[in-house]
């Protein structure tokens, strides 16, 4: 996906989680090689639609 895909995707929960009356939520997964400041974009952008829960899913000992 690109960036611009991520970002309106983001958006579009943001506005649905809004119509429920909850809060929303991101869990980003990223390939180990994602670079720190695509990262860091996609929270910047979250951070501007005041959605704050943001979670990292993660692989523990190599497994995926």
Excluded: K
Aim: include cysteine; charge should be negative.
């Amino acid at each position: 996906q690109s960036q611009q895909d991520v970002f309106q995707r983001i958006e579009g929960l943001q506005i649905a989680a809004t119509a429920a009356g909850v809060d929303p939520e991101v869990r980003l997964r990223a390939d180990r090689d994602a670079q720190c400041g695509s990262v860091r974009e996609v929270i910047e952008h979250c951070a501007a639609r005041n959605i704050r829960s943001i979670q990292f899913a993660v692989s523990v000992n190599g497994s995926n």
